[in-house]
């Protein structure tokens, strides 16, 4: 069916109501909107002007390219499909409607899909709404891959941006292109939410949105491992009604539980060949309410052969740049800036490469391994004024034998400054390589600490590094420190350490530490 504004000319009008009619006795009939007569494409090109709306009945599918000019809207209905084989062209407007799906195919050369189209605003406002339509804007290219690119401007939302298919790409126009999260904001449960619910009962629900993303936490959780993660469908008074029903088998939400607004960012999960590039991200994380470790600007999680490249990242509320589970994937060229905890975190990935990334005033370390890692590439970084080590974690860290250890890494040519423990730390781990590194002035938090430091680790390799301290007063104890009662078949050669601005060492093997004082 046909809508159109009263200013539209009466012939016009007559015309398209006409043509309404039409259509309207082909739904009836059961012929609806059909890819062989081409009726969608007729009625655009041949009837729509501003201020019609478009309502699909049926399926249906454009074989080509489907234009929709600026002011015609396409209405969806729940259940209705719209399959574009070619591209949509339009500019960067609202044309699609409802909560049905539209699915772009792209043909031979796929042109990128804009979030405008579902709704999106990108002036600071209306997060529910901007994320639901970003999220659509994935969902269109994620049956057959495509690019989703954001325009300039303020992407407030309210919640994650999931990514699950192949061939995705998400990319805007540098740091003028934002995708900043919502202020926090969190309730307590009135009652207990047990497996199957579909409903919370909040006490106040005045700062959630239809459409955002709530992270359900009571007082048995551990580390934010069993929070939860649910996106609302509905709110009515004080119960929010969620898009899928509750089902943890082994956690029930309860013991004076709370529902809180979630800003994990981008979350791309099973998925292969995303890439991620050219935009910025305010993880705003002065108003969340309760930061865990699943809330980082990104997050991969068994996702492969992709890509992270020239994001800025700034105040995220938990992690920057979180990697689990993934392999072959590429981090590049990223400034991360003020995070909450870690820069960037890596757990369980295989063949990772972590270069030319600026890291500054990471809470936590600039660069954390989690365990179980292997084949990672760390060259080439700028990593300053992290709360605990540049890079760290490089092992075990002393979690036990059951904990997979991290293994043949390599660290080069990094530059590491002003860290609040050691530049670089390493326990528990074999096989690594740390090699032309430079850094100084580590220890800020916690004084006579060395600048690399290497514990109950066998197979280690540091070579080539400079390390010293420049400042009046030092806090960098060490250069290079190797202890442990596991450390063995280590091998730590002609790297070169300084006190202030003058040599005191140069080619020094450094087994046990060369105090710099």
Not at 4 to 28: E, H, P, R
Not at 100 to 118: A, F, Q, R
Not at 314 to 342: C, Q
Request: hydrophobic share 40%.
């Amino acid at each position: 069916m046909i809508r159109k504004n009263a200013s539209a000319d009466l012939g016009a009008v007559l015309l398209t109501a006409i043509f309404a009619v039409c259509v309207f006795l082909f739904a009836g009939c059961g012929f609806g909107l059909r890819t062989d007569d081409h009726s969608l494409v007729d009625i655009i090109s041949g009837y729509a002007a501003p201020g019609t709306v478009i309502a699909l009945e049926r399926n249906t599918a454009v074989a080509g390219d489907l234009n929709v000019p600026k002011g015609v809207r396409i209405l969806l209905p729940k259940g209705v499909v719209l399959s574009v084989g070619g591209n949509v062209i339009s500019c960067r407007c609202h044309i699609f409607e409802g909560a049905g799906t539209v699915i772009v195919k792209g043909g031979k050369e796929p042109l990128p899909v804009y979030p405008e189209w579902w709704g999106a605003y990108n002036d600071n406002t209306h997060p529910a709404l901007t994320r639901a339509a970003i999220q659509k804007a994935i969902a269109s290219i994620s049956h057959g891959g495509g690019t989703v690119e954001l325009g300039k401007g303020e992407y407030l939302i309210a919640g994650t941006l999931s990514i699950v298919g192949n061939n995705i790409t998400v990319s805007g126009e540098g740091d003028d292109s934002v995708i900043r999260a919502i202020g926090g904001f969190s309730s307590r449960l009135s009652k207990d939410l047990l497996k199957g619910d579909a409903v919370v009962t909040v006490k106040d629900a005045s700062g959630f949105y239809p459409g955002g993303v709530i992270l359900l936490r009571d007082k048995l959780s551990t580390e934010g491992r069993k929070n939860i993660f649910i996106e609302i469908g509905s709110i009515d008074g004080k119960d929010i009604q969620l898009a899928s029903e509750y089902h943890a088998d082994d956690f029930l939400v309860k013991e004076d539980a709370a529902a809180i607004v979630a800003f994990p960012g981008l979350f791309a999960y099973d998925s292969s060949n995303v890439t991620l590039k050219n935009f910025k991200i305010d993880g705003n994380k002065k108003t969340v309410v309760v930061p865990t470790w699943q809330q980082a600007a990104i997050t991969f999680h068994a996702v492969k052969n992709s890509m992270v490249n020239n994001i800025t990242i700034v105040d995220a509320a938990y992690e920057g740049i979180l990697l689990v589970s993934s392999k072959r994937v590429t981090v590049s060229g990223n400034r991360i800036v003020n995070s909450t905890n870690n820069g960037i975190h890596l757990g369980g990935s295989r063949k990772v490469l972590v270069t030319q990334n600026s890291i500054t005033s990471a809470g936590g370390d600039g660069l954390y391994f989690c365990d179980d890692n292997a084949g990672v590439e760390v060259v080439s970084n700028d990593i300053g004024n992290a709360g605990r080590y540049g890079i760290g974690g490089i092992g075990s860290w002393g979690r036990g034998d059951s904990s997979p250890i991290d293994r043949d890494i390599r660290i080069d040519g990094n530059i590491i400054s002003s860290s609040g423990y050691c530049g670089i730390g390493i326990f528990e781990a074999r096989n690594v390589l740390v090699a032309h590194n430079r850094i100084y002035n580590s220890s800020q938090r916690q004084p006579k600490n060395a600048g690399i430091y290497v514990d109950d680790s066998e197979y280690i390799k540091v070579s080539h590094n400079l390390t010293y301290d420049n400042q009046k007063t030092h806090t960098q104890y060490f250069g290079i420190l190797e202890q442990g009662p596991k450390s063995r078949n280590n091998t730590i050669v002609d790297n070169c350490a300084y006190g202030g601005s003058v040599p005191k060492a140069v080619e020094i093997v450094v087994a046990f530490g060369l105090r710099l004082d």
